[in-house]
């Protein structure tokens, strides 16, 4: 009695194990499907013939020269600009602020920034924000954010420079402040 009852419970662990990797493993991945267990995994599609050897090349035919690759521009030469919307939001943000309501301006800004992701004038004003919320951590990694958007844009450049230098300095770095003054001298 004891054998058989062992060999139901062996059956039916047996059944359970047959039923869980039958259709794949329960987990998939983000962005992609569930992965097919290694035996039901389709053969891969045979290699295709091997191409026949190119042509010969006449020696006096003229050859085009490589075209030569661009360097890729790891930064803009200037920001981009506001668009009209993103400027209205950055306008009514600085209304917001006069009247004291930073949290409502950020709001407004982040509106501004999702439309214009890539003008520093949007996260130098979110910068703002948040210094006068004394967030002074998160006002600094938005002005570095604005600084690498400004491109080669002189006022620009100043006018981050000497915004991150007044961060620093309200945070106690004062040799961090000292630097992005010098910075901000310097153009």
């Not at 602020?97 to 509106?111: F, H, K, P, V």
Request: charged share 20%.
């Amino acid at each position: 009695m004891k054998g058989a009852k062992n060999l139901a419970v062996l059956l039916a662990l047996l059944a359970l194990v047959g039923c869980s990797t039958a259709h794949g493993p329960i987990y998939a991945p983000m962005g992609g499907a569930p992965s097919q267990p290694a035996q039901s995994r389709p053969a891969p599609p045979p290699e295709p013939p091997s191409a026949p050897p190119p042509a010969p090349v006449q020696q006096d035919a003229v050859q085009d020269p490589q075209p030569q690759r661009q360097p890729v521009q790891r930064h803009a030469e200037q920001g981009e600009p506001l668009s009209p919307a993103a400027r209205s939001l950055v306008e009514r943000a600085d209304a917001l602020i006069s009247q004291g309501d930073t949290q409502g301006a950020i709001a407004q800004l982040e509106r501004a920034q999702r439309i214009s992701p890539r003008s520093p004038e949007v996260y130098f004003k979110l910068a703002e924000a948040y210094a006068l919320r004394n967030q002074l951590g998160s006002a600094e990694q938005f002005t570095l954010r604005g600084l690498s958007l400004a491109g080669n844009n002189e006022r620009l450049q100043r006018s981050g420079w000497m915004l991150l230098a007044d961060i620093r300095r309200a945070a106690g770095n004062m040799a961090g402040a000292a630097q992005a003054d010098a910075r901000a001298a310097s153009l």
